[in-house]
Every structure is written in structure tokens, then in C-alpha cells.
């Protein structure tokens, strides 16, 4: 479709954006990093090691990757809003499988079906979101950026929420939290099944899509590493809070600050999202998320761990919306499923291997700070490579 179709079939482009951005909400936001807030009372009661807990999040981010692997096929089949919706319930049904058993056979399935279903709606999600912000070619970016805002909604909900309730019930009550976050899935996911999302408008755009790896090798190993080191962070970092002394109330607070930090995403970033300039906006974006993985390194004071959250947070969420703006700016609109779905492979990837590593590394040196260290170094890395990606079609100089 062409700019005028667009702008006359999405008349409120972005509410429509904000209803779509509950998918990865659901998926991402409660589905994947609510886990992190249960985790400490889990690994306490059901006497998991690091190295367990973190495959917990490797077997989610293995699902993610399944799905990411599956979701060209999956949009062309069923189109995009199918594929959204599909994968959103499928999450909503991985919470309250969490719930319902301590088994660790079962809960690492409930992991794995929320990796799937949330790579899912991810995936066609961010392609839908992208199609519907070209209506409004002078916005776009920032049209884009609302969908990608969208986690920080399901962080914010389950900070507010999760440590009280644990707080609450006392030790052993991690399955009562599970129940929660369902019921909060359960809600959020009744406008994305509602929405007038146009699925009849995408399935056959996608069947002449074009997408090579080559040119855009060094920017998948930079977001390949993206994905390893945010994962230690967003894993782990409940459980540092927690050994240094934080109660309910400073866990709520961090996981929080978090949240919050991605409802000013979308103002921030806005000009660098515009840069169309190779890997430029993401190397910008992922060094400042690398400082904010950074800052507890040096302490466990709120001085260090507040701003930690606010910066990692207020970067994290944009990093993802920088490799939308990308692929935008350098493939044809029919080639953006196939080209999202190969950044999610990478990033997949590394968030497959980060957690069941760093959990091995915190084991053997008995220490979450060094695990920490490990994740603000790839996240360094990664913005280092991104920096060498030029446009698609543009040698180096």
C-alpha cells in the first residue's frame, strides 16, 4: 500500500499502535520478565542452582528463537494480525501453566510456549506496527517507537505488583504471583483481540520478500551480543537487589523505574531513530544501555542501582525499536517480516545462550557482579560492531 491507502485505512494510527504494542506487553513484559521478580522466591522454595534458574530464560529465549525461525512462515499463512493474536494467547496460557505446577519439566514448557507465542507477536507485531506508521510518513519514527514502548507497560504492571504479593503471602507463594500476572495478561490481551488490525491487507505482501545475510552480518553479531548481555540484567538483577538488602518495596521500585523508563522512549530517541545512517542510531543506543548495565558494578546504593534502572531502561527498549528503523530504512516494505524475523533470530540467539552461561559463571564464581560485568561488556561490544554497518548497498569508504 502506498502512503494515501494507508493513512486511509489506519485513520488512528496511533491508537492502533498502542492497542498492537500490548502484544509484546503480554509476551516480553510479564511473559518473559516477570520471571525475574518471581525468580529468588522460586530458586528459594523449589531449591533451583543459578545455572537452573537461568535456564529458565534460556528455554524461554530457545521458544523465542523457535518462533522467530517460524514467523515468515506463520505470517504468510495466516497473515500478520493472526499471528499477533495467536501468539499472545499462547502466552497468556504459558503464565497460568506457571501457576498450576513446580514441576520443572512443566515450567520449562510454559517457558518455551511463551518464547514461541511471544516471537510471534513480535515479529508480526513490529511488521504491522511498521506498515501502519508509514501512513503517517512524518511521524513514523516516532509512531514506531510507541510499539516498542510496549514491554515497559507489562514491567511497570508487574513491579507494581509482584513483590507485594510475595510481600504479602510470605515465602513459597511464587504460584499466587503467576496467577496475578495472568490475570493482568488476561486483561491487556482482550483489546488485541479486538482491534480492527486489517489482516486481509498482509499475508500476500510478504511472499516476494528478499532478505541476505551478508551485508548485514556485522549488525547481527552486534545485536547477537545485545541479546546475551541485556538478558544477565534483566535476569538477575532482582536477585542482586535483593541480596543487597532491598525488601518489596526497593524490588518494586527498580523493576519500576524500569518500566517507566520506556514511556519516554519514544520522546528521547525520536531523532536518533531518524538517523539513516547504517548501525549509527543503534551503536548510540546500545552504549548508552551498556552504562546503565554498567553502574552496579561500582555499588549497591540507590545512588547507583536508581540510575541504573532508568538509564538501562530508557535505552533497552529503543535498542529493538533501532533495528525496526533500520530494516525500514533499507528494505522495501514487503521484505520486513523476513528482515525483522532475521534480527530476531540473532538477537534470539544470544538471549538463548546468556542466562544458562551467566548463571554458570555466577556458580562457579559465586558472584552476580562478575556475571553483571560479562553482560555490560557484550552490550559494549555490540555497539562497538554496530557502528561499522553501513547502509544496505553502501561499501565502506
Given at each position: 500500500m502506498h502512503a494515501p491507502e494507508l493513512h486511509q485505512t489506519y485513520a488512528h494510527p496511533a491508537r492502533?499502535?498502542?492497542?498492537?504494542?500490548?502484544?509484546?506487553?503480554?509476551?516480553?513484559?510479564?511473559?518473559?520478565?516477570?520471571y525475574a521478580l518471581v525468580l529468588p522466591d522460586m530458586r528459594d522454595t523449589l531449591t533451583w542452582s543459578y545455572s537452573a534458574a537461568g535456564f529458565m530464560n534460556t528455554v524461554n529465549a530457545a521458544g523465542y528463537l523457535a518462533g522467530a525461525l517460524l514467523a515468515s512462515h506463520m505470517i504468510r499463512t495466516f497473515g500478520l494480525a493472526a499471528s499477533v493474536r495467536w501468539g499472545t494467547l499462547a502466552c497468556v496460557l504459558s503464565l497460568a501453566l506457571c501457576a498450576m505446577s513446580g514441576n520443572f519439566y512443566v515450567l520449562s514448557?510454559?517457558?518455551l510456549l511463551a518464547g514461541v507465542g511471544a516471537a510471534a507477536g513480535f515479529v508480526g507485531g513490529g511488521a504491522l506496527a511498521?506498515?501502519?506508521?508509514?501512513?503517517?510518513?512524518?511521524?513514523a519514527n516516532f509512531l514506531l517507537s510507541l510499539f516498542y514502548a510496549g514491554p515497559g507497560i507489562g514491567i511497570l504492571a508487574s513491579g507494581l505488583v509482584a513483590p507485594f504479593v510475595l510481600q504479602g503471602f510470605g515465602p513459597g507463594s511464587w504460584w499466587i504471583v503467576w496467577w496475578a500476572m495472568t490475570a493482568l495478561a488476561v486483561i491487556m490481551t482482550i483489546p488485541v483481540l479486538l482491534a480492527p488490525?486489517?489482516?486481509?491487507?498482509?499475508?500476500?505482501?510478504?511472499?516476494?520478500?528478499?532478505?541476505?545475510?551478508?551485508?548485514?552480518?556485522?549488525?547481527?553479531?552486534?545485536y547477537f551480543l545485545f541479546g546475551a548481555g541485556y538478558i544477565a540484567y534483566m535476569t538477575f538483577m532482582i536477585a542482586y537487589v535483593r541480596d543487597a538488602g532491598g525488601g518489596a518495596a526497593a524490588q518494586s521500585a527498580f523493576w519500576s523505574l524500569i518500566g517507566l523508563s520506556a514511556f519516554v522512549t519514544p520522546w528521547v530517541w525520536r531523532r536518533v531513530l531518524a538517523l539513516d545512517r547504517g548501525g549509527l542510531a543503534t551503536t548510540i543506543i546500545l552504549g548508552v544501555n551498556a552504562i546503565g548495565a554498567a553502574m552496579p558494578i561500582f555499588g549497591q546504593s540507590v545512588w547507583l542501582l536508581a540510575p541504573s534502572a532508568l538509564v538501562f531502561g530508557v535505552a533497552f527498549f529503543a535498542v529493538v525499536g533501532s533495528t525496526t528503523a533500520f530494516v525500514r530504512f533499507n528494505y522495501p516494505p514487503q521484505a520486513w517480516?523476513?528482515?525483522?524475523?532475521?534480527?530476531?533470530?540473532?538477537?534470539?540467539?544470544?538471549?538463548?545462550?546468556?542466562p544458562i552461561v551467566v548463571g554458570a559463571i555466577t556458580?562457579?564464581?559465586?558472584?552476580?557482579?562478575?556475571?553483571?560485568?560479562?553482560?555490560?561488556?557484550?552490550?559494549?561490544?555490540?555497539?562497538?560492531?554496530?557502528?561499522?554497518?553501513r547502509k544496505v548497498g553502501q561499501k565502506p569508504s
Open positions: 492502533l499502535i498502542l492497542i498492537l504494542s500490548l502484544a509484546p506487553t503480554v509476551g516480553l513484559g510479564i511473559g518473559r520478565f516477570a514448557f510454559a517457558r511498521a506498515t501502519i506508521a508509514q501512513s503517517r510518513p512524518e511521524r488490525l486489517h489482516a486481509d491487507t498482509t499475508a500476500t505482501e510478504t511472499a516476494a520478500a528478499k532478505f541476505a545475510i551478508t551485508p548485514v552480518l556485522i549488525y547481527l553479531t552486534g517480516p523476513t528482515a525483522i524475523a532475521a534480527m530476531t533470530i540473532s538477537f534470539g540467539i544470544g538471549q538463548t545462550l546468556g556458580d562457579a564464581m559465586g558472584s552476580l557482579s562478575f556475571a553483571l560485568n560479562v553482560s555490560a561488556a557484550m552490550l559494549a561490544l555490540g555497539a562497538v560492531l554496530s557502528a561499522f554497518q
